[in-house]
């Protein structure tokens, strides 16, 4: 027999044993890692660096002031004068009024004097349209038939201007032994004045934007003055020898020659100043 030491048995099963635990170590699959819930962590602080939080700053706007809401004086002749009779009207019924709920005789026999469609009294207003003739201006004209007597008076009505354009114009009028006035309101509140030459002189202006589309004329004839407001703003005074009446007081509609005018009167009252008593 060759040099052989002889392997114990028991040494050999020991051997193989060992052997398959460490292939069994191998190629067992490693566990996963335990997953724990990540927590709220600050930002990692740079040595000498506080970290602060900045807004980038605005220019400071300050506001501009609102301007001071100052009323315009009124002239000296509304306190003189026109506000004086005003206020002794204001609680005073009208010596005429008419509201156009219907055509009287007298108002009938006036209105056939209009031209074109003319002057038609219908839904409660008096209307006055006239065209232009060939390019030319035009009128259409209704007399107030009130046949009062009176030299000084109050008159008002308001003025329906919508359908107003260019230069077309509505008009109240008066010429009465030569003493007369003309006073016209456009579109966008334009108005015009024209006193009897002479002493009465004329005048323009317009009213504040926006303009209503239905103004309220008041003239006030009395003494030798005569003034004029457009709805409860004061426009202009004038020079004016009142003479007594004799139904020259007129409603007009004007075409400059280019537009069909189209005018609506309502709410017509005239106050009789000459038999007022108490008037300053």
């Known amino acids: 027999m060759f040099g052989h030491s002889k392997t114990h048995p028991f040494s050999f099963l020991v051997t193989i044993l060992a052997l398959t635990i460490l292939a069994c170590s191998v190629f067992l ?3 996963a890692p335990t997953m724990t819930a990540a927590s709220t962590s600050t930002r990692e ?3 000498g660096f506080t970290p602060t939080i900045s807004n980038t700053s605005l220019p400071s ?3 501009s002031p609102r301007p001071t809401s100052t009323s315009t004086p009124l002239p000296q002749w509304v306190t003189d004068f026109a506000q004086l009779v005003l206020d002794v009207i204001s609680d005073r019924a009208p010596d005429y009024q008419d509201d156009f709920s219907q055509a009287s005789p007298d108002w009938q026999r006036e209105m056939m004097n209009c031209k074109d469609e003319g002057c038609v009294i219908s839904n409660g207003v008096l209307r006055l349209k006239t065209v232009p003739e060939n390019g030319r201006a035009s009128w259409a004209i ?3 038939p009130c046949y009062l ?3 000084t008076f109050v008159l008002r009505v308001d003025v329906n201007t919508g359908k107003l354009h260019g230069e077309s114009a509505a008009g109240i009028g008066y010429d009465n032994d030569g003493s007369k006035f003309s006073f016209e309101i456009k579109d966008k509140g334009r108005w015009w004045y024209l006193g009897e030459s002479g002493t009465g002189g004329w005048d323009s202006g317009q009213l504040p934007i926006p303009v209503p589309k239905i103004i309220t004329f008041t003239i006030i004839v ?8 457009l709805n409860d703003t004061p ?3 004038s020079d004016f020898a009142a003479v007594m009446n004799k139904t020259g007081l007129t409603l007009r509609a004007w075409s400059d020659g ?3 005018a189209i005018v609506e009167y309502d709410n017509l009252k005239i106050w009789n100043l000459d038999d007022v008593p108490n008037l300053p």
């Open 142 to 144: 209704n007399t107030i």
């Open 258 to 260: 280019t537009t069909t």
């Open 61 to 63: 706007i300050t506001p």
């Open 149 to 151: 007597k009176f030299k």
């Open 235 to 237: 426009v202009t005074i």
């Open 29 to 31: 699959p490693k566990p």
């Open 222 to 229: 009395r003494d030798t003055k005569l003034a004029v407001y």
């Open 45 to 47: 602080q740079i040595p």
